[in-house]
């Protein structure tokens, strides 16, 4: 059986560190502040949203929330961003995304000033990751650096190969184990031999969208597994990419869903908002 990395405590243990750093700062008078805006009642961003605010809670910093209705005009939402870039006590800025659909969102999000782009998705953010100065890192696959850091795996030489390359996590984490002088492939939709590139991955990081898509037949023995997917099986319960009954027998290390990248994506957005700038 393989060893599970558990995100949820690993989790608690980052934003631990978030709140003794945020509460240093408070004594140097120094007070952290994250805006969120949500437009629309999607019932999933709802709960994202309000689990932001709680996480905001627990480690010190303060949170304003921007619910507007559904029907909100793009224009809107730009001066409302205009308004959080020059507000000097606002120092984090999340746009809870999917927009509706009459707002154009790469325009929103290339509005947010990438000073206070704490989730990473502004290009210069994601240009600074790619050169390697330092910038905001997009929380998901950031949290995942730590969840092997925090395990003790070191992924210095090893093959890491990720399925999936979106903008908010494949690619970034590529750019991100790179740096971790891991040697990458990055696999899609369009790769041929999928399941041969696997099985030659010392660390698998799963990104698809598709419910267990992953058996162990994709898996090398020993392997660690790091399933990022948020998906519902046959019955509507939350799974992964990764079948876990299959794969835990097979892998070294493995992550749970729920449990595993989840917990860490807000953990993240945390340190991002408390600057971003120290070593967790
Ligand atoms: P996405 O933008 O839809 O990207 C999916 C990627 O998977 C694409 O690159 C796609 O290839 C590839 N893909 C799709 N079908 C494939 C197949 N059969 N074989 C190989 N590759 C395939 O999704 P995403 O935003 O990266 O999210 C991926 C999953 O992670 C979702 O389940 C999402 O809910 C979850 N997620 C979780 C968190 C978290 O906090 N835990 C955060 C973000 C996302 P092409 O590029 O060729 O289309």
Redesign the pocket.
Known sequence: MAELIDGKKISLLIKDEVKDHVSKLKEEGKEKALAVILVGEDPASQVYVRNKKAGCEYVGIRSESYELPEDTSEEEILSLIDRLNADDKINGILVQLPLPKHIDEDKVLLRIDPKKDVDGFHPVNVGNLSIGTPGFISC?PNGIIQLLKKSGINAEGKHCVI????N???KPMANLMLRENATVTI?????VN?KEICKTADILIV????AK?VDASYVKPGAVVID????RDENGKLCG?VDFESVKDVAGYITPVPGG??P??IAMLLYNTSGGDYDL
């Open positions: 998901t399925i999936g390359r979106s908010i996590v494949g696999c899609h939709s369009k790769t999928l990104a698809i969208g598709r898509m990022v997917g948020m998906d990419d990248v989840g860490m994506t």
